[in-house]
């Protein structure tokens, strides 16, 4: 099997996987100082754009492609490139298609959709001008575009609104919601999909604390939430959106309506990947991996299935205890240690919740 990655800088992540497997490797990339290009059997620096990983692909004969692409902007150039290809030169692309990235990509169709398949979403409007504002105080800004909380802004007051739109002149505006935030990861591949268990991400601040600066545990447990409906809804949205890779969901818990809202959809390896894998065994990464080789099923998620205990903390720069190889896996490891210098995250995971407390002292 050879397969082609598009991106280097995942790539550590799945590297000892890949060689498991015994798969050949072939990167493209379109930064020559990226990271992680020593890894593979070879290496491509090509322009960026889909063109130069598809000349790759041909000319080297690639059995399959797999994106490892964390950010939003180059999706839609990765969904036009899968459809030609699969339709084209039969080769398998394991990305989302154009339809569920155009859904996914801007939030305010992806409001729509949640609407248009029936699952509950915070109250919004398209507000043009602060004065043609509808709903109660606070409200939450943003654009349609954007991740990891570029341009979201929680309004209290309507002096917020308006200082919101100096900068922009139209805003998606959404009922702010108290309560517990949630992710979960949905695995898809030829019309199969399988969510895995829901990650609690800490609770909604109104001054807009990105869950990336929070802790979050695994499995979720939060008091009147069923994590069974979260999985549900999620493999719902998944199904509706008919495509393949990793869907990740943003969803919020309001104790006070006894609510589930959904937030949103990433079609891309997010940042829940490493608390699912220490929560659950299920790395979303290698099961791109295994969508590619022919080893993605149902039945193998249900083998790999585990039940710990697990938490992520923000810790700058990690200076715990050294992981043992392969060092981002959880195979020989119960922390695995993630994140550019300075923004470092070490997910770890246990038995119990007392034993995870003394394993988090160890480590921090
Ligand atoms: N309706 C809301 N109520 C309360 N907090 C919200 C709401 N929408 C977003 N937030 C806060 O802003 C964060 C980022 O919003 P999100 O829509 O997930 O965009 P991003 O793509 O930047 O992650 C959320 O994780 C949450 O902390
Ligand atoms: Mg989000």
């Known amino acids: 099997m050879k397969l082609l990655f598009i991106g280097s800088r995942l790539y550590d992540d799945i590297d000892w996987y890949v060689k498991r497997k015994g798969i050949e490797s072939v990167l493209t990339e379109s930064n020559e100082e990226a990271i992680n290009l020593e890894l593979p059997d070879q290496v491509f620096i ?18 399959a492609i797999v994106p490892l692409i964390g950010i939003d902007p180059p999706l839609i150039d990765v969904a036009y490139m899968k459809e030609e290809i699969e339709s ?19 939030k305010i169709k992806t409001k729509g959709f949640y609407e248009e398949i029936g699952v509950d979403t915070p109250n919004y409007q398209i507000l043009h001008s602060p004065d043609e504002l509808k709903l109660d105080l606070p409200v939450v800004l943003k654009q349609g575009q954007g991740q990891g909380g570029k341009d979201i802004k929680v309004a209290k007051t309507i ?20 309560g517990a935030e949630i992710s979960i990861e949905v695995l898809g591949f030829n019309g199969e999909y399988v969510a895995l268990p829901p ?20 499995p979720c447990m939060v008091e009147g939430l069923d994590n069974n409906l979260v999985q549900h809804v999620a493999y719902k949205v998944a199904k ?39 929560t659950c065994g299920v790395n979303s990464l290698c099961e791109l991996v295994n969508m590619a080789i022919g080893e993605f099923s149902l039945a193998n998620i249900s083998d790999k299935l585990q039940y710990h205990y697990s938490t992520e903390i923000p810790v700058g720069n990690y200076i715990g205890p050294a ?19 300075g923004y470092q995250r070490v997910t770890a995971r246990a038995k119990s919740a007392e034993e995870l407390e003394n394993l988090v002292e160890k480590l921090t």
């Open 199 to 218: 990650i609690y991400k800490g609770e909604t601040t109104l001054d807009g604390t990105h869950p990336l600066n929070k802790v979050k545990t695994g």
């Open 88 to 106: 084209e030169y039969c080769i398998p692309v394991i990305a989302a298609g154009v339809r569920a990235v155009e859904l996914t990509s801007d």
């Open 46 to 63: 090509v322009p960026r754009g889909m063109d130069g990983p598809k000349q790759v692909a041909l000319m080297q004969n690639v059995d």
């Open 159 to 178: 002096e917020d609104v308006e200082e919101y739109f100096n900068e922009f002149d139209q805003a998606l505006c959404e009922e702010f919601i108290e």
């Open 240 to 278: 509706n959106l008919d495509s393949d890779g990793i869907f990740e969901m943003d969803f919020m818990f309001s104790r006070k309506n006894n609510q589930l809202y959904a937030i949103e959809v990433n079609t891309r390896p997010n940042g829940t990947r490493y608390l699912t894998t220490a």
């Open 323 to 341: 992981p043992k190889e392969p060092v981002k896996s959880f195979e020989d490891n119960d922390f695995v240690v993630h994140g550019p210098e």
